[in-house]
């Protein structure tokens, strides 16, 4: 662990927290987040190399869930919907990228990588625009297929982390009020996640100079959503982003998994050279979790 933690609670109280007896990060969210006592239950899923193939009651939860959330997120944000390739000719800029992001490059051969989010393809489409302020913000939704080599640290359930998944993600391209944009994503993703029942909990990780300057910001956040919020203060930005907001659901064998994911972003755009109206842009990335994690969720706390 880096920095320091802070707990905001409903009624936006900040509070010290004392790490000193915490050896990990999923011990803070046992401590402060009531944890799901039942036993496990059995997920059936098929697995083929950590990538889940969906079949009969399967591919029926994923349609269902799929379709929830797009009609929560077309309903309630301006989004302009997009399909991006599957396979993209490598270059430096997703070279820097790749590293951002902190993953090893999926590379088909010397000139073609998989694309680990939509990211990728979307700010290549974007590189070298400059977006006028009357279209802002500028709300791109993909419903990407993305790939990741990643360490899958002994997992049980392919859902948790596959090597291929389907990611409902949003950037969104703008030149102010990003805690308000933050906000609104965070409102959807929690109906969502409500109208599943699947419970679900605040956490942030944030520069301590963003958090500083923005703290009334974050605090009215958890107020807004009525939620206490764990907050680790870290001396530096950590990949691309400044700020990365996240609900986490604590599952049946009290594993920590992350769902959605909110983030400030004020670094991308200078290495894609997208600005507005001659600035660089800022961005935010949001999305309510892989399906593959949300389905695990709904999954493991309604299965039979």
């Known amino acids: 662990m880096v920095g320091f933690y802070r707990l905001i ?39 083929m190399s950590y990538s889940p193939i969906y079949v009969d009651k399967d591919l029926e939860c994923f349609s269902k869930l799929k379709n929830i959330i797009e009609k929560n997120i077309k309903e309630k944000l301006n989004v302009n919907e997009i399909k991006t390739p599957n396979i993209l000719e490598n270059n430096e800029r997703f070279v820097e990228l790749q590293k951002l992001f902190g993953l090893e490059q999926f590379i088909c051969n010397n000139n073609y990588i998989l694309p680990p989010a939509s990211d990728f393809a979307v700010f290549e489409w974007f590189k070298g625009r400059d977006i006028v302020k009357k279209e802002i913000p500028y709300r791109i939704y993909e419903f990407a297929k993305c790939y990741r080599i990643e360490e899958k640290e002994k997992q049980t359930n392919v859902l948790k982390r596959p090597t291929s998944f389907h990611l409902p993600d949003i950037h969104v391209f703008h030149d102010e009020g990003s805690y308000e944009e933050c906000l609104k994503h965070l409102q959807i993703y929690d ?16 520069t301590e100079e963003e958090y500083n300057f923005h703290k009334d910001k974050i605090i009215e956040i958890s107020k807004k959503l ?19 907001f996240k609900y986490i659901y604590i599952d049946s064998q009290e594993d920590v998994v992350q769902l ?21 842009a800022k961005i935010i990335h949001s999305s309510i979790g892989s399906m593959e994690r949300v389905m695990y969720a709904y999954l493991d706390k309604y299965n039979d």
């Open 9 to 47: 609670d409903e009624n936006g109280a900040e509070n010290e927290i004392a790490i000193d007896s915490f050896k990990k990060e999923k011990e803070i969210y046992n401590t402060y987040f009531k944890k799901n006592n039942k036993e496990p239950n059995n997920i059936n899923i098929e697995n």
């Open 260 to 280: 959605s994911t909110v983030q400030v972003d004020y670094r991308t755009s200078k290495l894609f050279n997208i600005k507005i109206e001659g600035e660089y």
């Open 226 to 244: 009525n939620k206490k919020m764990i907050v680790n203060v870290v001396p530096s930005s950590i990949k691309y982003w400044e700020s990365k």
């Open 191 to 206: 109906n969502v996640l409500n109208e599943l029942d699947i419970k679900h909990d605040l956490a942030l990780r944030i």
